[in-house]
C-alpha cells in the first residue's frame, strides 16, 4: 500500500466502522417474520421489500434443504435394508420404490423424481458444504443443482476439491456465472474425465425437433463437437452479414434460420444465399437505439496509448476505496433503519457515494494526469477500449455476463466538451444495452469514483460495488 492509500483509509475510516449488511439466517424464527398477508407489505418502504424478497428466498432454499434431507433419510433406510446379493428384477430396487413413491407424492415424473432422489443422495454424501449452503440460505436450489449436476461421475476427491473451489463465491454468483466457473475448475482438476465426457456426449449426437407453444417448431442440432457448431455459425454469419451489406433488411437472425433452412434442404450455398435475398419477407423495425449525439475520431500517439494493463497502484487504491465506500453505505442503511427513516435511502446513499467522490476527486485527477489518460474525442480510441476492456470483460452491471467487446463503453458521467465527463478510463465502462437503460432510469445511479471501481444505487436503496478486474465467470 501506497501512502496515498493510507491516507484514503485513514480518512474515511474514522467515519464509521464497518457493519455488515444485515442477515437473518432462514429458519422458524424467518417464518414467522415472514408470515402475514399482503396487507403487511404495503406499510414496508421498498428497501425492506426488497429485504424480504431476499430473506423469503432464503427460507425457500433452507425448505427445500428440508426437503431433500427427508428423501435422503428415506433412502438411506430402504438401501440399507436391502439384500443385493440377489437381486430380483421383477421388482423395484429399493432406489426405484423411493423414486416412484417421491413422484406419487409430490407429483413429479418419474423422470424428475429420479433427479431429485438423486440431488439428495448426492448433497448427503459427496457434497456436504453444498447441502451446508442450500441450508444456510446461501444458496439456492438451482445452484446446488449445478454444483451437482457438474461433479457428477467425478471421482470422490476431486469433487471434493471441485466443491471447495467454488462453494464460497457461489452465493455471489447467478447460476450462469457458476456454471461457467465449475466447468473451468473440472476442466483443471480433472481434464481426462471432462474430455471422456465430451466424447461421450459427442456420441450422442442428434438432430432434434420439438413444437413450441407458439405453434411453431425448434429444429436443433445437438452435441456436435464444439469447434464444427461455431464453424458452421461463423460460416453463416459471414454470409448474413454479407447480404445485409448489400441491402437485406431483415435482421441477422432471420437471415441466419433462412439460410439454414435453405441450406438443409439441399440448395447448393451460391444458390441458397440468391434463394434468401430475393425472398426477402416484410422488414422488422429493429430495435430503437440511441446512437451517441456526438462523434468524433482522433488517432491516439504512440506515446499517449494507453498501456493494456491496469497500473497496479491504481487496483490497491479501488480495492481499499470499495472497502471505504461499501462500510459507509452499510453504515448509512443501518442509521436509517434505526432511525424508521428506510424510504427515501437511496437519495441519501446516492448523496453519500458523491461526498466520497468529492474527497478523493483531487487524488484521482491526480492520478489521471499522471497516467496521461485524457482523450478530448467523445469516442474512445481503440487502444484505451482495449484498456477498459481487459479491465471489465464483462458489463458491469453484477449480474450481467455480457462481453464488454458487445457493449458499449459508457461515460459514466456525461461526456462534455469542457471536460467535465471526460473520455478516460476513469469515465469509461463496458455497459450492455439493458444496463445502460437501467443507469439512465430514474432513480438509479451508477458512479465511478475511481477508475475502473463503479458503484450502482438502486431506487430501493440497495447498493453493489463493481471492482476492476471483474472476471468473467
Ligand atoms: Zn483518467
Ligand atoms: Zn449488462
Known amino acids: 500500500m501506497n501512502a496515498e492509500i493510507a491516507e484514503l483509509t485513514a ?6 466502522e464497518w457493519e455488515h449488511r444485515r442477515f437473518f439466517p432462514p429458519g422458524p424464527k424467518l417464518a414467522i417474520c415472514l ?4 396487507g403487511t407489505l404495503a406499510g414496508l418502504s421498498e428497501t425492506e421489500l426488497i ?7 432464503r427460507q425457500t432454499a433452507w425448505a427445500q434443504a428440508r426437503e431433500l434431507a427427508a428423501i ?10 436391502e439384500r443385493d446379493d440377489h437381486p430380483d428384477y421383477r421388482v423395484l430396487s429399493a432406489h426405484e420404490s423411493v423414486v416412484e413413491e417421491v413422484a406419487a407424492a409430490l407429483t413429479l415424473t418419474s423422470e424428475s423424481a429420479a433427479t431429485q432422489v438423486h440431488l439428495a443422495e448426492r448433497l448427503h454424501t459427496d457434497l456436504p458444504e453444498t447441502r451446508r449452503a442450500l441450508e444456510a440460505g446461501l444458496l439456492d436450489l438451482p445452484r446446488a443443482r449445478a454444483i451437482s449436476d457438474l461433479t457428477d461421475h467425478l471421482p470422490e ?4 476439491s471441485v466443491e471447495e473451489a467454488v462453494i464460497e463465491q457461489a452465493s455471489e454468483q447467478t447460476t450462469g456465472q457458476l456454471r461457467r466457473r465449475l466447468r473451468r475448475v473440472v476442466q483443471r482438476l480433472a481434464p ?3 474430455e471422456r465426457r465430451k466424447r461421450e456426449a459427442i456420441a450422442g449426437r442428434r438432430l432434434e425437433v420439438w413444437e413450441t407453444q407458439d405453434g411453431t417448431a425448434d429444429l436443433a442440432l445437438c452435441d456436435l463437437a464444439a469447434t464444427d457448431a461455431h464453424a458452421i455459425h461463423n460460416k453463416i454469419t459471414a454470409i448474413a452479414h454479407s447480404l445485409r451489406q448489400d441491402g437485406d433488411v431483415r435482421s441477422l437472425d432471420q437471415i441466419r434460420a433462412d439460410l439454414a433452412q435453405q441450406l438443409l434442404r439441399g440448395t447448393p450455398l451460391p444458390e441458397a444465399a440468391r434463394a434468401v435475398f430475393t425472398e426477402q419477407v416484410e422488414p422488422i423495425a429493429p430495435p430503437a437505439t440511441s446512437p451517441p ?16 494493463s491496469v497500473p497496479l497502484e491504481c487496483r490497491d487504491t479501488a480495492d481499499v476505496l470499495a472497502d471505504v465506500i461499501g462500510a459507509r453505505l452499510a453504515q448509512v442503511t443501518e442509521y436509517a433503519r434505526k432511525q424508521g427513516r428506510l424510504d427515501g435511502l437511496d437519495a441519501r446513499l446516492r448523496h453519500s457515494v458523491r461526498e466520497l467522490q468529492d474527497q478523493v476527486a483531487a487524488a484521482r485527477d491526480a492520478h489521471c494526469e499522471a497516467a496521461d489518460h485524457r482523450h478530448t474525442g467523445y469516442r474512445p480510441p481503440a487502444a484505451m477500449r482495449k484498456v477498459i476492456e481487459a479491465r471489465h470483460p464483462v458489463c458491469v452491471f453484477p449480474s450481467c455476463n455480457r462481453r464488454s467487446d458487445r457493449c458499449d463503453l459508457d ?4 461526456w462534455s466538451q469542457d471536460g467535465q465527463g471526460r473520455t478516460c478510463p476513469c469515465n469509461l465502462a463496458p455497459l450492455c444495452r439493458r444496463h445502460h437503460r437501467s443507469k439512465q432510469s430514474p432513480r438509479w445511479a451508477l458512479y465511478q469514483p475511481w477508475s475502473g471501481l463503479l458503484i450502482w444505487v438502486t431506487p430501493a436503496g440497495t447498493w453493489h460495488i463493481v471492482r476492476p478486474e471483474r472476471r468473467r465467470e
Not at 435422503?72 to 435394508?81: I, K, M, P, Q
Open 35 to 38: 408470515s402475514g398477508g399482503d
Open 51 to 57: 429485504e424480504v424478497a431476499a430473506a423469503a428466498r
Open 11 to 16: 480518512t474515511m475510516r474514522g467515519r464509521g
Open 157 to 160: 476427491d476431486v469433487t471434493a
Open 411 to 414: 461515460h459514466t458521467s456525461p
Open 72 to 81: 435422503a433419510e428415506l433412502t438411506r433406510r430402504r438401501t440399507r435394508d
Open 192 to 194: 481426462e474425465q471432462v
Open 293 to 308: 449525439s456526438l462523434t468524433a475520431t482522433a488517432a491516439v500517439s504512440a506515446e499517449g496509448a494507453p498501456t493494456a
